[in-house]
T-cell receptor, first 111, second 114 residues
């Protein structure tokens, strides 16, 4: 059974700092890995999708990497801004038709 | 334009009632999903439908019954609501479910059972 772990559970950084969020999964037989952002009381916004054959994906200040063999992914956020404050969720596509989610990292960027 | 929409956004009801949550996607996707986010914010798959056919039913009580009238809609009907059903329910869709295409989520429906 796939299990997804995100560390840390919460992170507080000053504005402008670069930061890394971590995600690990137990079963390396995955199709893809998707990073989402969830704002309080809101739905999920897809940030980046990495297919199992890819090593990384970039979108603006965000860069996600995937190391399937070690069961790890990282989400790098450059030059953090207060508007980046949210919960970041990692989800693994490891079987037909479903994502398995981690519990998220709650990020606070302090002005 | 809203890609994945859900109604209602909030639902407050008494134990024992029957309620429905509607979901529609205008992305032309083949696969739709229902997820439940509990009080600890943990998201878990409940159901998945591909081309109107049920693909996944993840140990969900049979009080929960999804209905897909067409590819663009996946509604969730809940009978005999219990306190433990209180959660946020998210609908999602993807182009190709089998090989892990990107999933797009609706805004969620916050269900409170009193």
């Amino acid at each position: 059974k796939q299990e997804v772990t995100q560390i840390p559970a919460a992170l507080s950084v000053p504005e402008g700092e670069n930061l890394v969020l971590n995600c690990s999964f137990t079963d390396s037989a995955i199709y893809n890995l998707q990073w989402f952002r969830q704002d309080p009381g809101k739905g999920l916004t897809s940030l980046l999708l990495i297919q199992s054959s890819q090593r990384e994906q970039t979108s603006g200040r965000l860069n996600a990497s995937l190391d399937k063999s070690s069961g790890r992914s990282t989400l790098y956020i450059a030059a953090s801004q207060p508007g980046d404050s949210a919960t970041y969720l990692c989800a693994v596509g490891a079987g037909s038709y479903q994502l398995t989610f981690g519990k998220g990292t709650k990020l606070s960027v302090i002005p | 334009d809203t890609a994945v929409s859900q109604t209602p956004k909030y639902l407050v009801t008494q134990m024992g009632n029957d309620k429905s949550i509607k979901c529609e996607q205008n992305l032309g996707h083949d696969t739709m999903y229902w997820y439940k986010q509990d009080s600890k914010k943990f998201l878990k798959i409940m159901f998945s439908y591909n081309n109107k056919e049920l693909i996944i039913n993840e140990t969900v009580p049979n009080r929960f019954s999804p209905k897909s009238p067409d590819k663009a809609h996946l509604n969730l009907h809940i009978n005999s609501l219990e306190l433990g059903d209180s959660a946020v329910y998210f609908c999602a869709s993807s182009q190709e479910g089998g090989y892990g295409a990107a999933q797009y989520f609706g805004p969620g429906t916050r269900l409170t059972v009193l």
